[in-house]
């Protein structure tokens, strides 16, 4: 599975943007998929999920109420997961990265099958 993320940029304190993550080589709708993000000096950490379905979703604490996350699994879609990004605050500056796996459980603990390349945020402040 190959996973193309984009939407990232530089934006002000309280701005939004909407991260993108396109799948291709594999059936998408058989994985959950999720965004994660590494801010320098800092460990990759688990920012959202959704399941196959769409139904079940999981934030962090520390985007919980800003962000929402969702996908399309519509036949003639671009089989495409999106991240909101509300809100947003210079400590949400980090390289994003989206992910698929098998579950959001085990995605939220950090299991991932599949990463895609980053996308950078920067919150100015």
């Known amino acids: 599975v190959q996973l193309q993320a984009s939407g990232g940029g530089l934006v002000q304190a309280g701005g939004s943007l909407r991260l993108s993550c396109a799948a291709s080589g594999g059936t998408f709708s058989t994985y959950a998929m999720g965004w994660f993000r590494q801010a320098p000096g800092k460990e990759r950490e688990f920012v959202a999920a959704v399941s196959m379905s769409g139904g079940t979703r999981s934030y962090a604490d520390s985007v919980k109420g800003r962000s929402t996350i969702s996908r399309d699994n519509r036949d003639n879609a671009k089989n495409t997961v999106y991240l909101q990004l509300n809100m947003l605050k210079p400590e949400d500056t980090a390289v994003y990265y989206c992910?698929?796996?098998?579950?959001?459980?085990?995605?939220?603990?950090?299991?991932?099958?599949?990463w895609g390349q980053g996308t950078q945020v920067t919150v100015s402040s």
């Open positions: 992910a698929a796996g098998v579950s959001v459980g085990t995605m939220t603990s950090g299991q991932v099958n599949y």
